[in-house]
């Protein structure tokens, strides 16, 4: 090898694709202004019934001993409309779901500490139709199943981001229909908050192919797809995700012999439907056939 290749060789190591992520707050779904204005009017109403209530019930005052019984429960009205207008308003105006990150390393739910579900572990995502949601299943970091949703008003850009990723990366598990996805928000270029993020911590992980246990970082690889973590010798040419990923491999070392088999065979699939649509006509045409004689 040459000196010019192997510096190449180690600034294209150095540089690497970066990874990053994007993390999306969640947005109460009620407009902030129908908020603030009931926040207004609840600390009014709260204030005015305290004011009554401690203030003006004394001798000649309108709420005083002189004041007919409806009329002296009045401030104690104003508290009570007060604190629940207070109520709502509190109510309405927080949301009660998490923060959620989704980018290179997966998708991650920020309750508390974050737990992430790397794009591999994903098992399948779909949408529920009455919850207005994403429903996410498959394993976290620690591989304990793990299943959550990600409404779509609370977190549209979330929604967005996680289909258009999950739809690049992980095509096959994205179990949504056409029309349901049409209709969900695009992943817009500047949603969220971007963040960098330091490179995968590999040593301890298993070799997605050999089961090895890698022990020395420059030992391992990473699928930049779906972040499974390879030996560099038994690098496969095809990633399960099904990212080419043989260059990964170093050049002196062959493909593995067993070659890793995709999860799902997508070629097959299509075959079949071929298969059921050329069946399908042929049943029609006899059909016709038959109408005819
Ligand atoms: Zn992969």
């Given amino acids: 090898m040459t000196e010019e290749k192997k510096d190449k060789r180690k600034k294209a190591k150095k540089s690497g694709p970066k990874r990053s992520e994007r ?4 947005i109460a779904s009620t407009n902030p202004w129908i908020v603030r204005g009931l926040g207004a009017l ?11 209530y401690f203030y003006a019930t004394g001798e ?7 004041a007919t019984d409806k009329v002296k ?9 007060g604190a629940v ?4 308003c509190i109510w309405l105006g927080t949301s009660s779901e998490s923060p959620i990150r989704v980018g290179d390393p997966g998708i991650a739910v920020e309750k508390g500490e974050t737990r992430r579900m790397p794009w591999w572990l994903v098992e399948k995502i779909t949408w529920q139709p009455g919850a207005l949601a994403l429903v996410v299943t498959g394993k976290d970091e620690n591989l304990r199943d793990w299943t959550f949703k990600v409404p779509v008003a609370s977190h549209p850009e979330a929604v967005g981001w996680i289909v258009s990723e999950a739809q690049r990366r992980i095509k096959k598990k994205v179990d949504i229909e056409k029309g349901v996805l049409k209709k969900l928000p695009a992943a817009a270029e500047h949603a969220g908050t971007k963040i960098d993020l330091e490179p995968l911590q590999v040593v301890g992980k298993k070799c997605a192919a050999s089961g090895k246990t890698i022990s020395y970082e420059p030992d391992a690889r990473v699928c930049p797809q779906c972040e499974r973590v390879y030996f560099k010798r038994s690098v496969p040419n095809k990633c399960k995700c099904g990212a080419s990923i043989g260059h990964l491999r170093p050049s002196t070392v062959a493909a593995p012999e067993d070659v890793i088999e995709e999860e799902e065979n997508e070629e097959d699939e299509r075959e079949e439907e071929h298969e059921e649509e050329a069946a399908e006509s042929e049943a029609k045409e006899r059909a016709s056939e038959d109408a005819e004689t």
Avoid at 85 to 88: D, F, H, K, L
């Fill in 85 to 88: 207008i207070m109520g709502i």
């Fill in 42 to 52: 609840g600390g009014l109403v709260l204030g005015a019934g305290l004011f009554a």
């Fill in 73 to 81: 429960a009045i401030p104690s009205y104003l508290i009570a409309g």
């Fill in 23 to 26: 993390r999306f707050v969640p």
């Fill in 60 to 66: 000649g005052h309108t709420f005083g001993p002189e």
